[in-house]
């Protein structure tokens, strides 16, 4: 079963290490058209209305106790995040620098092109597309083994100090961030909710796809 995937599966297109400069053009290629779903699902989660991501809600839960700017605040958790990497052993490559550009740019693309559905049955439609492709993109990206985002650089530390799945670790993460953020005064909304429920499993969905297809 999926749900109890615990690593992040070898194929083809792999690094042998995340801090490989010089990486094959499957490897790049597969890299980036991961981001590029991941980038995807998180601007349709946005445009969807159904309410944004945990750390999204984090953001502004913390915006609204010390008046930074959301955008410095979003940086500033990325740091932080970065920064318990370092008892973790989780280490930076091009995929982490890759990560923050191609998923900030899908996202403009998402928020400026696709319209927000007038149904709200729609818009939870969308919201749960939206959580299945950052599942796909994030387990292809992970594949590639070309360093991970903050998050998932955090969610695979911390699966390799539990040796819990890897559903469990990310919904742990999320499920927390969305706490901390909704008890800071941050909107929860049903797409909220679905993100930090459903993303721990769409990504382990994704991971057990491309490694029993692609092996």
Known sequence: MFL???K?????WSSDKPQNLKPKISTLFFLCFGLILFGLGEGLLIVSAAGASPWSVLAQGIYLNV????????????????LFWFPLNQKLGIGTILNALI???MIDICIKFVPTPENY????????MAVLTVGLGGGIYLVANLGPGPRDGLMIGLQKKTNLPIAAVRAFLEITVMSIGWYLGGTVGVGTLLFAFGIGPAVALGLYIIGKNFN
């Open 121 to 128: 049955i729609s818009q939870l439609f969308l919201a749960l």
């Open 4 to 6: 109890s995937i615990k």
């Open 103 to 105: 998923i900030g740019l």
């Open 67 to 82: 008046g930074f700017s959301i955008g410095l605040i979003t940086i500033l958790i990325s740091l932080v995040v970065l």
């Open 8 to 12: 992040v599966p070898k194929v083809l």
